[in-house]
């Protein structure tokens, strides 16, 4: 149990730090590169620790983990503008609730089964994200921030479902470390290249402020993964269940954290879609 508690902490803290990037004038794109060094030094020390063999010739699922490595920068930095503009609340809820795009996919291709009760999940999916990101004054160059949650919801369900497909088809004994620690290092050297192109001054990304954020997500970021999947070995409950724990666990953490630790304004309508998300999850996982 102390797995998933150590895995919804770290998924938290991810959107906490987002949110306070501003503050300190740390530019968000920045603060990803970093992350990225850390996450593949840890994934990789982890390979090493374990003394688990790498071989990259022959792994049919490398065109995949550099796919998704892509696309973990990209959402990555849709989840801090998310979590910037809108709040650390409506992010939880938009990349938890995003797990109906798998779940849709398992449906469709996996046949798996579907019930009255996961129908009823859902269903309460959209309008809990609708409920959950409505604001009630924005200025109107902002007015576009509204579909941040949106773009967060379909590009985290997109990534969950090539991720998913990729552990069904692919992925054996160790090689979900290796497969981790190859989509972390594939997202440095997106960052590494994005950031050579786009910037013309790197000086902030080695300024001490840059490095600790970067630092800290990196070290939430590999956690929040290998603390989930210990959680998933070792947890005397079926995988639906810390998968529902989990999603849950995310949502009331970083939403009691958004009240108490940066007074972030909850509407009524806030709170409706707040308490659909924890039904949806609910019924998705326990139907």
Same mark, same amino acid.
């Not at 090539?162 to 050297?189: A, D, E, M, R």
């Not at 402020?209 to 210990?230: D, E, K, P």
């Given at each position: 149990m102390h797995y998933l508690i150590l895995s919804i902490l770290s998924s938290s803290c991810i959107i906490l730090v987002f949110n306070r990037l501003d503050k300190y004038g740390i530019r968000t794109f920045h603060a990803i590169a970093v992350n990225y060094v850390f996450a593949t030094l840890l994934g990789w020390v982890l390979i090493r620790w374990k003394n688990i063999p790498v071989h990259f010739s022959g792994n049919e699922f490398l065109p995949l983990a550099a796919t998704i490595g892509i696309l973990f920068v990209v959402m990555f930095y849709v989840i801090g503008l998310t979590a910037r503009k809108s709040g650390v609340t409506v992010t939880a809820v938009a990349s938890r609730l995003s797990v109906i795009i798998p779940i849709c996919f398992s449906i469709v291709f996996y046949r798996e089964t579907l019930g009255w009760i996961k129908i009823a999940g859902i269903?309460?999916?959209?309008? !809990?994200? /609708?409920?959950? =990101?409505?604001?009630? @004054?924005?200025?109107?160059?902002?007015?576009? /921030?509204? *579909?941040?949650?949106?773009?967060?919801?379909?590009?985290? +369900?997109?990534?969950?479902?090539?991720?998913? *497909?990729? &552990? &069904?088809?692919?992925?054996? +004994?160790? &090689?979900?470390? /290796?497969?981790?620690?190859?989509?972390?290092?594939?997202?440095?050297?997106?960052? =590494?290249?994005?950031? !050579? /192109? @786009?910037? @013309? =001054? $790197?000086r902030a990304? *080695?300024?001490?402020?840059?490095?600790?954020? +970067? +630092?800290?997500?990196?070290?939430?970021?590999? =956690?929040?993964?290998? *603390?989930?999947? &210990?959680?998933? $070995?070792?947890?005397?409950f079926d995988s639906s269940v810390i998968f529902g724990m989990n999603h849950l666990g995310i949502i009331l953490l970083t939403f009691l954290s958004g009240i108490l630790l940066f007074r972030e304004r909850i509407t009524r309508l806030n709170l409706s879609g707040l308490i659909l998300a924890c039904l949806s999850i609910t019924f998705l996982y326990y139907a």
């Open positions: 269903a309460l999916a959209l309008p !809990a994200l /609708v409920l959950a =990101s409505v604001k009630n @004054r924005l200025p109107h160059m902002e007015k576009l /921030v509204i *579909f941040l949650p949106f773009i967060l919801f379909l590009g985290t +369900g997109l990534t969950d479902t090539l991720v998913k *497909f990729t &552990q &069904q088809q692919y992925l054996t +004994g160790n &090689q979900p470390y /290796v497969f981790s620690t190859l989509v972390f290092f594939t997202s440095l050297i997106t960052t =590494s290249l994005t950031i !050579a /192109v @786009r910037f @013309r =001054s $790197n990304l *080695f300024r001490t402020r840059t490095l600790v954020a +970067g +630092g800290l997500l990196g070290i939430f970021n590999f =956690s929040s993964l290998f *603390f989930f999947v &210990q959680a998933l $070995n070792h947890a005397p």
